[in-house]
């Protein structure tokens, strides 16, 4: 993953793509609005494991936001395409960091609901950005 390189310790999100796995459409479009509103683009949006799992094996982005849970299924087939590709991502969940199985726990976690703030504060320590 290079898209990042020349951007460390910057803060910035320009140009920098961001794959969203989110079941709640209402909260899948107030992510995509949050990080649109950052300078983020997002390239695209999954709600089902399977559509995931090809949008992550297949798409060219610079990391990701996994729902842990989507419609009852758990989102770590998603998160190890991601970690296989070396593509950062955090996870998003009403239950924070306990929400997360082991080993996937040193992945970010985002605490659900959440602000613009956190999300932005998230996606910096994923990519290795400067917070602000």
Known sequence: ????????GHGS???????VVEDEMLVAMLMEDML??????????ASR???AVEMAQRETFDAAIL???LNGQEA??????????G??????????????REPYRSHPTLQKPFQQQHLKDVIAKV??????
Do not use: C, H, W
């Not at 969940?93 to 929400?99: A, C, S």
């Not at 990519?127 to 602000?132: I, M, S």
């Open 1 to 8: 993953m290079t898209s990042t390189d020349g951007q460390e």
């Open 13 to 19: 999100a320009a140009g920098l793509r961001i794959l």
């Open 36 to 45: 649109m509103d950052l300078g983020y683009e997002v390239v695209g949006t």
């Open 49 to 51: 494991i399977n559509t």
């Open 67 to 69: 729902d842990v849970n």
């Open 76 to 85: 770590y087939p998603v998160a190890d395409v991601l970690i296989a590709r």
């Open 87 to 100: 593509i950062p991502f955090a996870f998003a969940t009403g239950y924070g960091e306990t929400g997360v």
């Open 127 to 132: 990519l290795g950005l400067k917070a602000g």
